[in-house]
C-alpha cells in the first residue's frame, strides 16, 4: 500500500511539474529559447494568489485567475522588453538575459515581500460534519490515502493537455505557433504575424505557470522569494526529458519525473533523491538524444 | 622590434593578455603593500577579495575554453570547482604532516585538485558530449546538481591510521584525536588557509599558459574548426570525440584547480556554495567578457565580483541593480543600431591610425 500512495503522490507532484513544462515547451518551441524565468513567474503567482485570500480574503478561485491575469501580463512584457529586442541575437545572450530576468523578479520580490516565508493556505479541504477539515480521502479503511490535492493537480494537468492539444491542433492562432516553431521566415511569408504568435505563447505559458505556481504552494506551503527556482529547473528537465516541443512529452516527462522524485526518495535515499531524478534524465538522453517523445531531426548536410 | 611586427595578431593579443594580468597583479601588490597601505588604499574588504577573484578568474577562463572555444554551452561549470575545492582540500589536510611548506602543500592539493575534476570530467565528457546544444546544456546541469548532492553526502574523518570515507551516513569511527575534515551536509568546518593573491596570480598565469598553448596549437585549430562547423571538420578527418574531450577535460582541471584556490582561501566551505547559480555566475563572466576573448573574460570576473561589494551602499537594492545592469548590458550590446555606431566609430579610430601613421612617414 506504501508503494500506492507513494505512486499517487508522485503522480500529484508531476502533474504540477507537467503544468510548468508545457509553458516551458511552448516557449522553447517557438521562442527557441530556455526561459529560465519561468520559475519566478511561478513564484509571482503563487504570491498575488497567497495575497488575493489570505490578505483581502477573496475566494481562491479569483485569487487564481487574478494571479493567471497578473502573470499573463508579466510574461507579455518581459517577452516585449527583454526577449524581443534580441530576436537576432546569439542564443547566449538571450539566455543571459533570461537569466538576469530570473534575477530580477527574485529580488524584486524579495523587496516587494520581504524573504520572510509565508504561508500557503491549503485550498483544497473538506468541511467535516463535526467543524474539523479533511485534507483526503481515506480509501481501504485508512491504509490508502489520496489527498485532494493530487486529485485536483491530476485532473487540472490533463484539462490544460487537452486544452492545449487542441488548441495548437486545430485553432488557427495554434497553426500559426506550429508554424513559427517550424521556420519563422516562412511563416511570415505566409502572413503570420511572429510578434504577435510569440507573444501568445509567453502570454499562455505565463498563465499555466500561475496555475502550476498555486497548485505547487497549496501542496508544499512554504512560499518565499525562490519558491520558482526549484521547480522551474525540474520542470525544465521534465520538458526536455519527455522531448522538449511536444505538449504529450512534457505531460509524460512531469508526470514520470515527479513519481522517480517521490519513490527515490522513498526507496533509495531522500538525500539523493534529486541526483537520482537528473541520473535518470542524463541516461533518458543517452539513449533518446530528442527525450522520450521528440522528434528526432535528421541533420542536413 | 622586428619580431613585434611580424608577430601575428593572436600571439599580440595572448602576449597582452599576459602583461596586462602582471601590471595588474605589480600595481596591487604595490597598493596592499605595508608601505601604502597606511594610506588606505585598499580597503581590507577587496584585500579579502583577491583570492576569490582570482579563483573566479581562472573559472572564467576555462569555462571560456569549453563555450567560446568549444563552442558547448556548459551549465555545470561549478560542478568541476567543487570537485577540486572538496579533494584539495582534503588533500591540504591530509599532506599536512608529510609536506610542512605550505606552498608547496597548496601546490600539491591544486594538482590533485585539478587530477581529480580531470576525472570528473572524463567521466561526464564521454557520454555528454554525444549530445549538441541545448540538450548538452540541461545534462551538464544535471551533472552540476548530481555532484552537488554526491558531495553534501559525503564524509571524510581522518585520523593516525590514515584518511576514512562513508556516505550518506556518517558512521565513521575515528581513533583518537582524529578529525572529521568532510561533514557531509555541513561541509568543511574548518580550513587553514593556504591561498594568497601571489598564489591566484600564478593559477591565472598557468591557466592563460595552458589555453593560449592550446588554442594555438593543431589540436585547437581542430577544436575551433568543431566549433565554426562540426560536419566541414569531421569530414576532413577531424576526430570529434577526441578534440571535445580534450578541451572539456582541460576547461575541468582548470576549474578544479579554480576549486582548489577558493576553497583554501575560505574558513569554512559548503557544497551549495557550488551551485546552479555559481555555475550562471561564471557563464556571466564569459558572455559578458565575449567568447573566446581570454582577456574580456578576465576583466568580466574581476569587475563583476566587485560590483556586488561595491554597490553595497545600495544595500537592499544591489542585486536588483546588478539584474538590471544585466539586462541592459546585454540589449545594449546586442542592439543594431549601437553595434553598427561603435562598428563604424572603430573604423574611424583605424582609419585615422592608419592616416597618421602614413603622414609620419615612417613607411613600410
Known sequence: MSFLNNLINGIGLGSVYAIIALGYTMVYGIAKMLNFAHGDVIMVGAYVCFFASSTYGLHPLVGVLLAMAVCTVLGVVIERLAYKPLRQAPSLAVLITAIGMSYFLQNAAQLLWTPNPKVFPAFFT?????????????????????????????????????????????????????????????????????????????????????????LFLSSYQTLVPTTGSMPGIKAFTAAVFGGIGSIPGAFLGGVLLGVIEIMAGAYISTQLAN??????????????????????????? | MKTLKNMSKTSKTNFATYGMVIVVFAVLQLLGSDLIQRGGVLSPTLKGQLVPICAYVVMALSLNLTVGVLGEL???????????????????????????????????????????????????????????????????????????????????????????????????????????????????????????????????????????????SRSGRAIMALRDNRIAAESVGINVTKYKLMAFVTSAA?????????????????????????????????????LGRMWGSIIAAAALTILPEALRQFADYRMLTYAIMLILVMLCTNNPTLKSFFSSLAAKVKGSAKKGKAKGGEGK
Not at chain 1, 479503511?141 to 495548437?168: A, D, E, H, K
Open chain 1, 126 to 214: 473538506l468541511a467535516n460534519p463535526d467543524g474539523t477539515s479533511r485534507t483526503g480521502v481515506d480509501l481501504f479503511g485508512g491504509q490508502l490515502t489520496v489527498r485532494f490535492t493530487t486529485i485536483v493537480n491530476l485532473l487540472v494537468c490533463i484539462v490544460i493537455m487537452v486544452l492545449l492539444t487542441w488548441f495548437t491542433g486545430n485553432t488557427k492562432m495554434g497553426k500559426a505557433m506550429r508554424a513559427c516553431s517550424e521556420n519563422k521566415d516562412a511563416a511570415r511569408l505566409m502572413g503570420i504575424d511572429v510578434n504577435f504568435t510569440i507573444s501568445i505563447t509567453f502570454a499562455i505559458g505565463s498563465a499555466l505557470a500561475a496555475i502550476a505556481g498555486v
Open chain 1, 275 to 301: 541526483a537520482i531524478v537528473f541520473a535518470v534524465l542524463i541516461i533518458t538522453l543517452l539513449v533518446r538524444p530528442a527525450g522520450l517523445l521528440g522528434k528526432q531531426v535528421r541533420e542536413k548536410v
Open chain 2, 74 to 216: 556548459s551549465l555545470g561549470h561549478a560542478g568541476f570547482m567543487s570537485v577540486g575545492a572538496f579533494s584539495g582540500t582534503v588533500a591540504a589536510t591530509a599532506l599536512q604532516n608529510v609536506i610542512p611548506s605550505p606552498g608547496a602543500r597548496l601546490l600539491a592539493a591544486v594538482v590533485i585538485g585539478a587530477v581529480f575534476a580531470t576525472v570528473a570530467g572524463i567521466l561526464i565528457g564521454i557520454p555528454v558530449l554525444r549530445l549538441g546544444g541545448d540538450y548538452l546544456a540541461i545534462v551538464t546541469l544535471a551533472f552540476g546538481q548530481i555532484i552537488k548532492s554526491l558531495i553534501e553526502n559525503l564524509y571524510v574523518g581522518m585520523d593516525v591510521n590514515g584518511l576514512h570515507f562513508d556516505f550518506l551516513e556518517n558512521k565513521i569511527a575515528l581513533a583518537q584525536g582524529g578529525k572529521m575534515i568532510v561533514n557531509g551536509p555541513m561541509g568543511i568546518p574548518s580550513i587553514q588557509k593556504l591561498s594568497s593573491f601571489t598564489a591566484g596570480f600564478l593559477l591565472i598565469m598557468a591557466a592563460l599558459f595552458v589555453i593560449f598553448n592550446l588554442t594555438n
Open chain 2, 254 to 290: 582548470l576549474a578544479g584547480a579554480a576549486g582548489t584556490l577558493f576553497a583554501l582561501g575560505q574558513n569554512t566551505l559548503v557544497a551549495s556554495k557550488f551551485d546552479f547559480n555559481t555555475s550562471i555566475l561564471v557563464l556571466v563572466f564569459v558572455v559578458l567578457g565575449g
